[in-house]
């Protein structure tokens, strides 16, 4: 599996503090069965990471993934605040995406009222980025107004639930919100959004057994990301699986 959303840098955000505990992730990402493992800090007011720190960080947790044998391939990126995009210069913008391609994780308030958010998405597809939003059914503002979230994937966005949310880890809302976008089809990719090993660690097989069938598992946590990364045309979602429904019995 491609990991497109982890805490996964030492001392940089509210993931691990030291490069062991960068390890400690990267040795249980690796034994579920993720491959591809993108590290995406917080770019925020709060912890205002950049693209060249991220990358300097990035080798060095490669060069001990090497040193200690663990096949782990890590890619640079960011969770980028969304609150936060209108300070940041446009090359740093195209310097914080995923894997340098042309996708960016935006990541959306956790406040109810969120005046503003649909344009300033509106406004990086207008500037030629692609939008991955993160968790947007961790996001109360989505909550009271699914259509505007809607009306953005129709225009291109796409989404990445966070694998807890499945499995009830952030509440019922959540759980609730990520799985009616699953069955609308709004949702198309789901990342663990790691910050350790242990507590929020890098495993999704609970969360893809909640999602649906193997083939939309796939799809979400391959074929996406994979297209995502390498900017190339995301593929067809497989066809629904309905329930066989029922012949009634009918009477002589
Ligand atoms: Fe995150």
Known sequence: MIDLHSHVLPGIDDGPKTIEGSLELARVALASGISTLLATPHASSRYPNDAQGIEQLVEQVRERLREQGIALELRAGAEIAITRIAEIAPAELHALSLGGGPWLLVEPPFTPIATGVDSIVRDLLRRGH???????????????????????????????LTAGSLTGQFGSEARRFALGLLESELAHNIASDAHDHLRRPPVMDAALEAAGPPALGEWLTREVPAAILGGEEIPIRPAAVTRPRRVPWRRR
Not at 131 to 158: S, W
């Open 130 to 160: 692609r939008v991955l939003l993160a968790h947007p059914e961790r996001c109360p503002a989505f909550h009271r107004d699914p259509e505007m979230l809607a009306l953005l994937v129709r225009e291109g966005v796409l989404t990445s």
